[in-house]
């Protein structure tokens, strides 16, 4: 099983801004930040990514949405660190782009790794 951060993309693409789900995490509004979401949504590790690891990158967003929503009771958490805050913002983030480029948008099943890169 690979770990979210196993993507040389991933690991090598510089520092991670606080989450925003459904954004990009490079600024779009650049020749380089598109091309750097462009190769970290085409990254052909990701089709080395087992349906395991898909799942865990599931949870994690489906608890950062329930978290985001008052869903989840903070009383009684810990409060964050900035280490703790930052390595969450990078495990989001990894997981966010392993299901854009994993996952169909609309209907969220798994693509094929035969097919990934094309579609």
């Not at 991933?10 to 520092?15: D, E, K, P, T, V």
Request: charged share 20%; net charge neutral; hydrophobic share 35%.
């Amino acid at each position: 099983i690979m770990s979210l951060s196993g993507s040389p993309i991933a690991r090598n693409s510089g520092s991670y801004p606080p989450f925003v789900l459904g954004s990009s995490r490079f600024d779009e509004s650049t020749f380089s930040g598109r091309l750097q979401m462009t190769l970290s949504v085409y990254d052909p590790s990701k089709a080395f990514y087992s349906t395991a690891d898909l799942d865990e990158a599931r949870a994690l967003l489906s608890s950062y949405r329930a978290k985001s929503a008052g869903q989840v009771g903070e009383s009684g958490s810990k409060p964050k660190t900035a280490e703790s805050a930052r390595t969450e913002d990078e495990a989001l983030w990894r997981a966010q782009e392993l299901l854009a480029a994993r996952c169909h948008p609309q209907t969220g099943k798994l693509i094929s790794p035969v097919i990934l890169c094309p579609a």
